[in-house]
Every structure is written in structure tokens, then in C-alpha cells.
Nanobody, 122 residues
Framework: QVQLVESGGGLVQAGGSLRLSCAAS????????MGWFRQAPGKEREFVAA????????YYTDSVKGRFTMSRDNAKNTVYLQMNRLKPEDTAVYYC???????????????WGQGTQVTVSS
């Protein structure tokens, strides 16, 4: 079992930055690839980024490439999503998720956090 808790969301102006964190419980954190997803009102949950168990492989959806950076610290059981040059269309609830392997498919992830709201004003 893995429990995930996101933090770091908030309200920011367009062009600003936020850093999301996702803290995981349990001693098996390094056995899981991690993903970030987001869901805007009235829209389906979409893939944002994923990172392999060691951090050697990182994947992004095209709309965030060059603006968002995902990383992990296995010693702290935490993954991060640094979000720069935020846009109003980035507004959503952001979720972290754990899976044995990195994938863009939300349904493949075994564990999910409760989400953290990110609101970008224009």
C-alpha cells in the first residue's frame, strides 16, 4: 500500500511559478514510477508528467514541455512538479499517482493522492 499526499497548490498569476510536492508513505516508494495528472472542470483527467523509479526517465505531455519539471527524491519519499511560466489553461486539480512503471494511462496507476488545486489567473 502507498498513500500519497499532494501539497503546494494555490493561486498564481499567469507567468508565475508553483512547486507541487507529493509525499508518499511506506518503504517501497522507490519501487514505483510516479505520475502527475490534472483535471480541469468539465474535462477528463489528463496526463502531465511521469518519472521512472530511479528518475532516469522523465516524460511530459507536449503542452508542458519546457515549462514543467518533474523530479523525485527517493530518500524523502517525495516527487515534485516545478511549474514555471504558468498559463490560465494550466488551471486544474493536480494529482500524483504511483504505478510499477511510468505510463501516460491514468487507469494503469494503482494509487492516487487527493489532489491539490492550481489556479492561474490571467
Amino acid at each position: 500500500q502507498v498513500q500519497l499526499v499532494e501539497s503546494g497548490g494555490g493561486l498564481v498569476q499567469a507567468g508565475g511559478s508553483l512547486r507541487l510536492s507529493c509525499a508518499a508513505s511506506g518503504r517501497t516508494f522507490s519501487s514505483y514510477a510516479m505520475g502527475w495528472f490534472r483535471q480541469a472542470p468539465g474535462k477528463e483527467r489528463e496526463f502531465v508528467a511521469a518519472i521512472s523509479r530511479t528518475g532516469g526517465g522523465i516524460y511530459y505531455t507536449d503542452s508542458v514541455k519546457g515549462r514543467f519539471t518533474m523530479s523525485r527524491d527517493n530518500a524523502k519519499n517525495t516527487v515534485y512538479l516545478q511549474m514555471n511560466r504558468l498559463k490560465p489553461e494550466d488551471t486544474a486539480v493536480y494529482y500524483c499517482a504511483a504505478n510499477p512503471g511510468p505510463t501516460v494511462v491514468a487507469e494503469a496507476y494503482d494509487y492516487w493522492g487527493q489532489g491539490t488545486q492550481v489556479t492561474v489567473s490571467s
